[in-house]
């Protein structure tokens, strides 16, 4: 999942108008964040990418950025 | 910045828009507030998880700026309190709100603190002055609370700590809040009753839990402002009741399935308090109460029993009676002729339902929708009332386009589904059925009954004289409460300033020395009308306050209100009263009753806005009009 399909997703499922440049804030500083959004984020994210992650690492993400990477393969992996 | 998204320049594609790729355009451009209106009718398309995103996107329109918009959005403040992480509630409820036209104003208490918010009449849920207060329950509750090992003993024991809290809360609320508290049973998980490895005490862990969810059940009955919801056959629907994962990592122990089902009975329960319960449903006839096409199979031809699809539509049938009894007023309206369709009624020896169970059947070729407004003018009721079921996608598109207002219930080809489909949405629910709804298909028939006698007389005051109607004017009493309860909650067109009062706010009136509770019963030569309408008149020093005065739409235009308006100004004038208040706050459907206080002698007195005030000096009261034989007893005794 690129940048840029990560913020299509955040901002079609949660309607809030993120840019690519706000995900590397905190996200106290994302205009409009609530903890609850990670919660439909998991929902959202299983679902277009196949992809399960450890739910604790998406709880402590500390960024956009930071819940972006965890559904981007590591390198090498398949 | 933000991606350019369309506005309302030129149209850059020409495919229809999604319901949700709709909202999020109207979202991103600021102008979903003032499309407002716009939104019921695009989430009437969704369901399951896409209604969950809609609701998402609607959370973040601040209610305030859609009611700056639009006044006339009934708003409705939810508190959601109880076990766990329940902030996940919101974005579904606010759709399931937002479906039947109401506008979600969130209280989301603080994580865990349902037993402060409750018990304390100065918490902060209090403050918000919720008109409903979620309180959501979960497993989580109990097993938090046994000990490591644990044993049956262990449940049973802290299941009746909770109950009695429970109980105890809900007493609490019910002294503390005019509002409705909403508690749930607890469903019990295969992850608890797996931890038991004999089935002995498997099956004691289910009848205790049973029990406790069966005394929660109860608990309703003895506290007027609770209702509580069994979620057993919400959990039996299917859905995952409960993601392990976010139980454990997020403490939100329902899952979204549950969450989305639980929000959608809360959508009910909001739409009985604000007084949107629905009173008619019309039925198509062909591949809807029967399969094939009447008039292409003939009677013999269609499925009606004794046949796979026959036993299908058969039980759609039995649900539609099922409904009919308690109340639920039953139409038929259905492209045919209307003389094969009433044989069947009357001749196929399979069918469950008969002509008498239907207020009116309707067989022509006008369409659909025309015959609705027709109905509903002959019923005097709103076409807001209404739920229309039909097989067929044309006859739900026009009714949807030409009638937003009415519920329309899409049923399709698989006759097996038409049940679930019918009662998905709890159209008729209601917190507790009266006399008067048992006989109402009955009043309504009688209704027809006497519009045909109208045809046959020459003016209106020969007909009135003739149907020789009588009315009783008294006080108000502890067995009418839930009557009069209901009539403020389904009397939209004459109610003169929509003030919806629960059974308690009724007792509370009854009670108060300085209020006069009133109840208008009406008959006539075609039978009794029962309980019609009710006053409410507050004493201030020499003063009387209308509060409100209501009539059910069946009695209107027979000199009813003139009758009772006469007997309690007089009774007003005879108490010492110098003169009597009365308001009127317009809504959309009560514009009937705009000119009631000025036409009986009231002058207009102030105007804020929102009500007029009209003030009746005392000194020259109209009379009963001639036609009817009154009794009025305002204080309990003979005048």
Excluded at chain 2, 138 to 156: C, G, I, K, N, Y
Aim: include cysteine; charged fraction near 25%.
């Amino acid at each position: 999942m690129t940048i840029d399909d990560f913020v299509t997703l955040v901002r079609d499922e949660l309607g809030m108008p993120v840019t690519a440049e706000q995900i590397g804030l905190s996200l106290d500083e994302v205009p409009g964040w609530d903890s609850v959004h990670l919660l439909w984020l998991v929902t959202a994210l299983e679902r277009e990418t196949g992809r399960r992650v450890a739910l604790p690492d998406l709880l402590e993400a500390s960024s956009l950025g930071a819940v972006h990477a965890l559904y981007v393969p590591a390198a090498g992996a398949a | 910045m933000d991606t350019p998204v369309p506005t309302d320049g030129p149209a850059r594609e020409t495919a229809p828009l999604t319901p949700e790729r709709r909202l999020l355009e109207l979202l991103r451009s600021g102008r979903l507030a003032a499309h407002y209106p716009e939104v019921r009718g695009l989430l009437s398309e969704l369901s399951g998880e896409g209604l969950t995103r809609a609701g998402q996107l609607l959370g973040r329109l601040d209610p305030d700026e859609v009611l700056r918009e639009h006044p006339a959005v009934p708003a409705v403040t939810v508190a959601v309190t109880g076990h766990g992480t329940l902030s996940s509630l919101v974005a579904p409820l606010t759709a399931e709100f937002a479906r039947h036209g109401l506008l979600l104003r969130p209280h989301v208490a603080d994580y865990n603190s349902f037993v402060f918010d409750l018990s304390d009449p100065g918490s902060a849920l209090y403050a918000a002055a919720p008109e409903l207060v979620l309180c959501v329950l979960d497993p989580a509750l109990v097993f938090d609370e046994v000990p490591t090992p644990w044993h049956v003993a262990d449940v049973e024991r802290v299941l009746d700590e909770k109950i009695r809290l429970l109980e105890g809360l809900a007493a609490a609320f019910g002294t503390t809040s005019r509002g409705t508290l909403l508690l749930n049973t607890l469903p019990l998980l295969r992850r608890h009753t797996a931890q038991l490895v004999d089935y002995r005490s498997r099956a004691a862990l289910g009848a205790v839990w049973r029990d406790a969810n069966a005394r929660l059940l109860r608990l309703a009955e003895g506290h007027p402002s609770l209702v509580v919801l069994d979620l057993d056959p919400l959990a039996a629907e299917g859905d995952l009741v409960s993601d392990a994962r976010l139980s454990v990592y997020a403490k939100s122990h329902f899952s979204p399935a549950l969450l989305a089902v639980y929000a959608r009975e809360a959508g009910h329960l909001g739409r009985q308090l604000t007084g949107r319960t629905k009173k008619t449903l019309v039925l198509d006839l062909d591949n809807t109460l029967w399969g094939g096409v009447l008039g292409d199979d003939g009677p013999d031809g269609i499925e009606v029993g004794g046949s796979y699809r026959g036993e299908a539509f058969l039980a759609f049938q039995r649900v539609a009676k099922q409904l009919g009894s308690q109340g639920v007023l039953l139409a038929a309206a259905s492209k045919n002729d209307l003389e094969p369709v009433r044989a069947v009624f009357r001749e196929h020896p399979d069918m469950v339902l008969r002509e008498d169970d239907f207020v009116r059947i309707t067989a022509n070729w006008r369409p659909k929708s025309d015959n609705l407004r027709d109905l509903a003018e002959a019923l005097n009721l709103g076409v807001d009332s209404f739920v229309f079921a039909d097989d067929s996608p044309y006859e739900c598109g026009l009714v949807r386009q030409e009638l937003p207002e009415v519920a329309v219930v899409r049923l399709d080809d698989e006759p097996a589904l038409h049940v679930e489909r019918l009662l998905r949405d709890g159209w008729f629910d209601t917190r507790e059925l009266t006399a008067e709804d048992r006989s109402r298909p009955a009043k309504y028939r009688e209704e027809s009954a006497r519009s045909d006698f109208l045809h046959s007389f020459s003016s209106l005051e020969d007909y009135l004289r003739e149907l020789d109607v009588r009315v009783t004017f008294t006080p108000v009493e502890e067995r009418d409460v839930p009557r009069v309860s209901q009539i403020t909650l389904r009397t939209n067109q004459f109610n003169l300033t929509t003030e919806r009062l629960q059974p308690q706010d009724v007792r509370d009136r009854i009670a108060d020395p300085a209020t006069w509770a009133l109840a208008i019963r009406s008959s006539d030569r075609f039978g009794d009308n029962g309980l019609v309408g009710a006053v409410f008149v507050r004493r201030d020093g020499d003063t009387g306050r209308v509060e409100n005065f209501l009539l059910s739409c069946r009695v209107f235009s027979r000199g009813i209100e003139q009758a009772c308006l006469s007997a309690l100004l007089r009774h007003a004038r005879d108490t010492g009263l110098k003169a009597v208040y009365g308001s009127y706050r317009p809504t959309a459907k009560n514009t009937t009753v705009k000119d009631l206080y000025p036409r009986y002698g009231f002058q207009p007195a102030a105007d804020d806005g929102t009500t007029t005030t009209y003030r009746h000096d005392l000194a020259d009261i109209v009379p009963p009009p001639e036609h009817i034989r009154l009794t009025a007893h305002p204080e309990g005794q003979a005048l």
